[in-house]
């Protein structure tokens, strides 16, 4: 089979399962009472989503695991291998990027998911305390990283400079963990931070997972398509039921799943780097929390910002929440097509 097929299978795969997904778990989560709390110290016009269902994410996890699963096989099966243009995706070392990468998004959701339980069920409304929420990802984050490191996935590519092989002696050794840890857990709970308002997060990441999807094709590796396909037709049917005026939340269930893939892909093509770039409405919604709360402690009581995150300060100056969405998701747009120049143009090998 074509790859290009199978980036198609994926895709439409994801989006089926997840939107279809939607007509059995939104009033499940109805009847379980999983409904969202709204705090008091976001938006007062915020209040009328209180009660709506959360844990979403539940949706695009299933639809993004089973449209992999599928997509690769079928792949598989109908002659898809290393003689063709594409490497295959169950063969060599692109096998741990893609397989571990998809484990740590799991895990990541996991972690959530205890998140919402305790905040929705229980009653608790900080959910899992920073301590228990910081070591499960860290968990996550550091098996992880060991499992590129035992699979020898220490090489990255920097466009216009080459590879780095950071196994050359201990200091690069200990450059390449000190840098990996920060990427995933910074690359993590940015993409939670991205979720504050209806589709936000969803539309974002579709962009990025587009991104992923070309640079795919410049690398020549087809499992980081079908990954990165059934990413973006999972969030785009998870759009079905989250675009204003949202049916459905996807919770830290969601948003930490999503942070764990969009993480992973980054070092599927070998340059985490670029993910400031495919992300850069993750970093600018992160910067504009850590500089709020910092100067707000530094002036006790100023602030930058209306209100942090970003999204939120548009909110508090009369934007509508579709509006952001089309706005934060075309600049994500232009920092993805920079990184694929810089894929393309690079001296990529």
């Excluded at 490191?149 to 466009?159: F, I, Q």
């Excluded at 039921?241 to 799943?257: H, R």
Aim: hydrophobic share 50%; aromatic share 12%.
């Amino acid at each position: 089979m074509n790859v290009t097929y199978a980036i198609i299978i994926s895709s439409v795969i994801a989006f089926g399962v997840t939107a279809a997904l939607g007509f059995v778990i939104i009033p499940w989560l109805r009847k379980l009472k999983f409904g969202q709390t709204i705090l008091e110290i976001g938006p007062s016009w915020h209040k009328s989503k209180q009660g709506t269902p959360n844990m979403g994410g539940i949706m695009f996890a299933i639809g993004i695991v089973v449209a992999f699963v599928v997509s690769a096989i079928i792949f598989v099966i109908s002659g898809g291998n290393m003689e063709s243009d594409y490497s295959a995706i169950l063969s060599g070392r692109e096998n741990v990027l893609v397989i571990a990468g998809l484990v740590l998004a799991l895990g990541c959701g996991i972690v959530g998911f205890c998140d919402d339980f305790i905040k929705i069920k229980l009653k608790r409304n900080e959910g899992l305390s920073a301590k228990q929420k910081t070591l499960g990802q860290l968990l996550m984050t550091v098996a992880y990283v060991l499992t590129l490191w035992l699979s020898k996935n220490y090489v990255w590519y920097l466009p216009f400079i080459g590879n780095v092989d950071f196994s050359k002696n201990i200091f690069t050794a200990i450059v390449f963990w000190a840098l990996s840890i920060i990427i995933v857990y910074g690359c993590v709970n940015s993409v939670n931070l991205t979720d504050g308002i209806d589709g936000l997060c969803s539309s974002v990441t579709a962009t990025a997972a587009i991104a992923f999807i070309v640079i795919s094709y410049i690398q020549g590796f087809a499992g980081l398509g079908i990954i990165s396909a059934a990413l973006l037709g999972g969030v785009c049917g998870f759009l079905c039921w989250n675009w204003n005026p949202a049916k459905t939340f996807m919770g830290d269930t969601g948003s930490l799943f999503l942070g764990g893939m969009v993480a992973s892909l980054g070092f599927a093509i070998k340059c985490p780097l670029l993910l400031l770039p495919i992300g850069i409405v993750y970093v600018c919604e992160t910067m504009s929390d850590i500089i709020q709360i910092g100067y707000f402690k530094i002036t006790h009581g100023k602030r930058v910002f209306k209100m942090a995150p970003i999204h939120h300060h548009f909110e508090m100056c009369g934007w509508k929440e579709k509006k952001i969405c089309v706005v934060f998701s075309t600049v994500n747009a232009i920092g993805c097509a920079i990184a694929v120049l810089l894929i393309a143009f690079g001296g990529a090998k």
